[in-house]
């Protein structure tokens, strides 16, 4: 029998529960601004990912991953850009520490989703 720490373990590393989440974090940024959107929209991906590589592996599947990994990348890096930016366009001369973090995290998220992926792409398929 799984021990509860293990069992816990797997709840946190599981698609289903990243995705919601980000969601819940996505809908709490829409309010207040300290919620960290940025991290939501890469949660999300990672999620998205998770779910995915949690099927029989094949070509099609692969495809599928890496056209997920490339939107989710693109999302969080369009996300940092308009944070930024809107942040330059305020006249703020300091940029939030909470925001900093934000982008931190989905950037280490990410960082570690694409080591994932491809450390599942460079072992062959089994037929």
Sequence with gaps: ??????????WWHSGPTLITCGILLTIAAQFST??????????????????L???????QQDSLILLNLVVYCILVCLAIVAESNAVLRSGDSQVQLSMLLDHSAAIVLLAGLM???FSQFSQPTVD
Aim: charged share 20%; glycine share 6%; proline share 8%.
């Design 1 to 10: 029998m799984p021990s509860l720490q293990h069992t816990r373990r797997d």
């Design 34 to 51: 300290q919620f960290p959107a940025v991290t939501a929209i890469a949660l999300i991906g990672r999620g998205v990912v998770l779910v």
């Design 53 to 59: 590589q949690s099927r029989a592996r094949s070509p």
């Design 115 to 117: 080591f994932r992926v």
